[in-house]
C-alpha cells in the first residue's frame, strides 16, 4: 500500500473519530429518540466516492469499531454495525449502478442504516414492534442523508484534487 494511501486513511479515520465524538456532545434537541445527524457519514461517503468501495468499507468498519471501544459499548457496537455495514451495502450498490447521485446514495444509506439498526434491536430485544418505529427513522434519515449527501458532494468537489494526486483510486 503506498505510504500516502495509509496517510489518507489514517486522516479519514481520525476525522470520522472527531466527527463521532462532536455527535455524541450534540444535545438530544430531536424529538425523535434515536436520532443522530449522521455527521460521520460524510467520511464514509468521501471514501466511497474519492477512493474506492474497499476503501469505504474499511474506513467505516474501523470506525465503528473504535468509536465503540472508545465511546460506547458493546450492545453500541451491534447497533452501529449492523446500520453501518447494511448502510455501506447499500451506498455502494447504488453508486455501482451509476444511476443515483451522491445525494440519493447517502440518503438511502441513512435510511438502511436506521433499518439496520431497527432490526437489530427487534432481534436483540425478541420483539416484532419496533418495526413501527422505521417509519419515523425513515423520514429523519431521508432527512439527515439528503443533508449529508448535499454536504458531501461539496467535500468531494473540494477534496477531489488531493485523492487525484495520487491517494485516491488505483
Known amino acids: 500500500m503506498k505510504t500516502k494511501r ?26 425523535v429518540p434515536g436520532m443522530k445527524l449522521g455527521i460521520t457519514n460524510l467520511v464514509v461517503l468521501a471514501a466511497l466516492y474519492l477512493m474506492d468501495a474497499k476503501s469505504a468499507v474499511f474506513i467505516n468498519i474501523l470506525r465503528i469499531i473504535l468509536v465503540s471501544v ?3 459499548t458493546g450492545v453500541s ?7 453501518g455495514l447494511l448502510s455501506g451495502l447499500v451506498m455502494i450498490l447504488l453508486k455501482k449502478t451509476g444511476r ?20 437489530t434491536a427487534m432481534a436483540l430485544l425478541g420483539t416484532r414492534s419496533l418495526a413501527w418505529y422505521l417509519l ?11 443533508v449529508i449527501g448535499l454536504l458531501g ?3 468531494c ?14
Do not use: D
Open 77 to 83: 457496537l451491534a447497533y452501529s454495525l449492523a446500520g
Open 100 to 119: 443515483f447521485g451522491i445525494v440519493a446514495v447517502s440518503t438511502a444509506g441513512g435510511v438502511a442504516h436506521n433499518i439496520g439498526q431497527i432490526l
Open 153 to 155: 458532494g461539496l467535500l
Open 136 to 146: 419515523i427513522l425513515w423520514f429523519t434519515g431521508i432527512a439527515s442523508g439528503a
Open 157 to 170: 468537489g473540494r477534496l477531489e484534487g488531493i485523492f487525484k494526486s495520487g491517494g485516491g483510486k488505483e
Open 70 to 72: 472508545l465511546f460506547g
Open 6 to 31: 495509509i496517510a489518507l486513511y489514517g486522516l479519514l479515520i481520525a476525522l470520522a473519530l472527531i466527527l463521532s465524538y462532536l455527535e455524541a456532545r450534540i444535545p438530544a434537541f430531536f424529538a
